[in-house]
């Protein structure tokens, strides 16, 4: 359970830090999404999904358990 507390702190660190630091890239992010159609975003979504897990995945095989 801490691992997970551990994981969303340092995601919403990271998203704080970019609305902090770049705000309007935000802002051209989110225009540029609205633009992609929905099975790309989807997609998208896939990935990071995937990616996120095999992070995970590494980090407990390096001993955060």
């Known amino acids: 359970m801490a691992w997970v507390l551990l994981a969303l702190g340092l995601v919403m660190m990271v998203e ?12 051209r992010v989110l225009e540029m999404l609205r633009s992609l159609p929905e099975s790309t975003r989807r997609q998208v979504g896939l990935l990071a999904l995937v ?12 001993g955060l358990n």
Do not use: D, K, M, N
Not at 16 to 27: N, Q, T
């Open 16 to 27: 704080g830090l970019v609305y902090v630091l770049a705000p309007s890239l935000i802002e």
């Open 51 to 62: 990616s996120g897990l095999l992070l995970v995945c590494v980090a407990y095989q390096l």
